[in-house]
């Protein structure tokens, strides 16, 4: 492994965004599913794991406008992810707690693409 601080740093928001899906997938199983929440888990799914696979595809980019791309991409799932998790928090209160983390970590994640998005652009 490389111990330049840029690959360490990729690595590790490769890893993030891949545990923060692990874990909107174990959130998932424990919403009882019905007509209102079957719905609401498929989109969290859908949302929550593509962030960390947008963020590979990112990491592997052909151009800079294809990384700039692929890492908007992830911060609008990040932020989606957080509208789904609202969803969930109103139709099954009793899971807010555990959603409030997912919450706070999908918060973050958006902060650290805009962050990235901001940088490159300053870069261009």
């Known amino acids: 492994m490389s ?3 840029m ?3 990729r690595f590790d928001l490769e890893e993030r965004t891949a545990k923060f899906g692990q ?8 919403v009882f599913e019905n007509q209102v929440t079957k ?3 498929s989109q969290l799914v859908g949302s929550g ?6 963020y590979c595809e990112a990491d592997d980019a052909e151009s800079r406008k294809d990384f ?3 890492i908007g991409i992830c911060k609008k799932e ?3 992810t957080k509208h789904w998790l609202y969803m969930i928090m109103t139709a099954v209160p009793q899971l807010e707690t555990e959603a409030s983390t997912l ?11 805009n962050a990235i998005i901001r940088s490159t652009n300053r870069n261009d």
């Open 3 to 5: 111990n330049d601080p």
């Open 7 to 9: 690959t360490k740093k």
């Open 23 to 30: 874990e909107i997938i174990k959130f998932s199983r424990k």
């Open 39 to 41: 719905p609401l888990i």
């Open 49 to 54: 794991t593509s962030i960390g696979a947008n």
């Open 68 to 70: 700039k791309h692929k």
């Open 78 to 80: 990040a932020r989606e």
């Open 103 to 113: 919450l706070q970590e999908a918060k973050v994640l958006n902060l650290i693409f």
